[in-house]
């Protein structure tokens, strides 16, 4: 008869693998994209709605300040670059966990319906928040 303890340990070795993979994943995402690399790097998170008058693009950009990030628009596309550099005290710091991607990022927005112009470019809460005025 067994005390229980083995269960516990093989749970915490599953979960541990869980996370192993998990983290994997993510690295592979971020380093290995299709064509052996990217110049454009990470692709930041994004909500797309639409209102009678206007696209609004929300953009997850943690740690980045507004003036690194470059906004482009051309009517049908909206195009959102700059690089999230990693804070200085982590950089000469033993690293446990990197979830947050670092460097180069490049995100290409299909908009819904075709804008005239950006009405609102602003950071708030972590995030970049793009209005577009619809035609």
């Known amino acids: 008869m067994t005390d229980g303890s083995d ?7 599953w979960d541990r693998a869980r996370s192993l993979i998990d ?3 993510q690295l592979q995402k971020q380093f290995a994209q299709p064509g052996g ?3 454009s790097g990470w692709q930041p998170p994004i909500d797309v709605v639409e209102t009678a008058t206007e696209v609004w693009v929300l953009i997850a ?3 980045i300040r507004h003036e690194e990030v470059s906004v482009g628009f ?3 596309e909206l195009t959102v670059s700059g690089e999230r550099q990693m804070p200085a005290p982590f950089r000469r710091a033993i690293i446990h966990r990197i979830e947050i991607p670092n460097g180069r ?4 927005i ?3 319906v075709e ?8 950071f708030t809460h972590g995030c970049l928040l793009v209005g577009l005025k619809k035609r």
């Not at 269960?7 to 070795?13: A, E, G, N, P, Q």
């Not at 804008?115 to 602003?122: A, G, L, M, Y």
């Open 7 to 13: 269960h516990l340990s093989d749970t915490w070795m």
């Open 23 to 25: 983290q994997a994943g």
């Open 37 to 39: 690399g990217s110049a």
């Open 61 to 63: 950009l943690p740690g």
């Open 74 to 76: 051309d009517g049908d």
């Open 105 to 108: 990022f490049e995100r290409r």
């Open 110 to 112: 299909p908009l819904p």
């Open 115 to 122: 804008c005239t112009k950006v009405s609102r470019n602003q």
